[in-house]
């Protein structure tokens, strides 16, 4: 197995909201930690983020591990280009992220969002941050609102639990990707919002016909667009940049789908094609690649594509956050949860 680490790189997400009022946040804000509590911050970081406050902090600086790249070494996207998805040439097998707000719709390839993890945009007046972390295949869009400010997000080049964690250029405040949670700076402890989203594919967004537009190559970067910089990482054994506790009975690297606080066996969904729990519908039909498969995107082996929708008293479905990420990071962030196979 060749795998090619050039750093964190974005999941391709779609997500379908009629409305912006659909939002998910935790109910909760993480509790600030003492100073003291926060830890010493290495020389390096410190002297690389003058303006971020690390004694105000969610977590301790020990938990933090550089993932190679420093500050905006894999760099956001700002003001992408979008053409017709009748003018794209990606295969139908390719995984996107369509986003859709106020009768507007876009869709982010994967295969642009592996080299870059974030993109800064906005759809039908909805600031928002499409977001993916290769080395746990988590796709995640956010309301860049938070507070009184309009954020702007880029990557910090550190891990946490093997983790992506972000940053945004107002107040250099650093967020776990994971759960939107401020982990240091002024905005430590606040809790970016989640929006519904859904993972699919090219051939998806074609079926649908319409009006989608879908975000073109970007200009000046040099990357292999289309190729996937982490070939056979999720068939490998053991999590890149990882040093906490493994699961027990499941493969570090196999597929979950995390939804409500809880999180089921991608495989048991993809045997079964629907799975109903309580008020939840969990769905699955083939058709997208995996983007941490082959070396090219579109040839990956098929994951398919599952979505997560809250039924209602009518039988009414909506779509809800959720992503689809690995039994380790589950695990990781859930140490006291089980995976629901």
Request: net charge negative; charged share 20%.
């Amino acid at each position: 197995m060749r795998i090619l680490l050039t750093g964190l790189v974005l999941s391709f997400f779609t997500v379908f909201v009629s409305s912006p009022l659909i939002l998910a946040q935790a109910s909760t804000k993480p509790q600030l930690l003492s100073p003291e509590a926060c830890g010493r911050v290495p020389i390096s970081i410190a002297r690389a983020w003058p303006l971020t406050d690390f004694n105000q902090c969610t977590v301790p600086i020990t938990e933090i591990r550089s993932g190679g790249p420093g500050k905006d070494g894999i760099r956001s996207i700002e003001m992408p280009e979008f053409q017709p998805i009748s003018s794209s040439a990606l295969a139908d097998t390719e995984p996107v992220i369509t986003v859709s707000f106020g009768g507007e719709s876009r869709t982010y390839p994967l295969q642009i969002l592996i080299w870059h993890e974030i993109v800064n945009d906005e759809v039908g007046g909805v600031p928002i941050a499409v977001t993916y972390c290769p080395l746990c295949n988590a796709s995640i869009v956010f309301d860049r609102r938070l507070k009184d400010k309009i954020l702007e997000f880029g990557t910090t080049g550190n891990l946490r639990r093997s983790y992506l964690v972000m940053y945004d250029r107002q107040t250099e405040s650093w967020f776990q990707q994971y759960d939107g949670t401020g982990l240091f700076g002024a905005l430590a402890g606040e809790v970016l919002t989640a929006l519904p989203a859904r993972l699919e594919s090219v051939g998806d967004v074609r079926m649908r016909g319409g009006n989608n537009l879908i975000m073109a190559t970007p200009k000046g970067f040099l990357r292999p667009y289309g190729a996937n910089p982490y070939v056979g990482y999720d068939t490998s054994n053991f999590p890149f940049l990882f040093d906490g506790q493994l699961p027990k009975g499941i493969k570090p690297l196999e597929y979950v789908v995390i939804a409500d606080d809880r999180a089921w066996a991608l495989n048991s969904l993809q045997t079964e094609k629907q799975i109903k729990a309580g008020d939840l519908l969990l769905e699955w039909e083939p058709g997208r690649a995996s983007a941490l498969d082959s070396r090219k995107i579109a040839d990956g082996r098929d994951l398919g594509v599952v979505t997560v929708s809250q039924i209602d008293a009518t039988g009414s479905k909506e779509l809800i956050p959720y992503k689809i990420s690995f039994a380790f990071v589950w695990h990781a962030f859930n140490p006291d949860a089980a995976i629901i196979r």
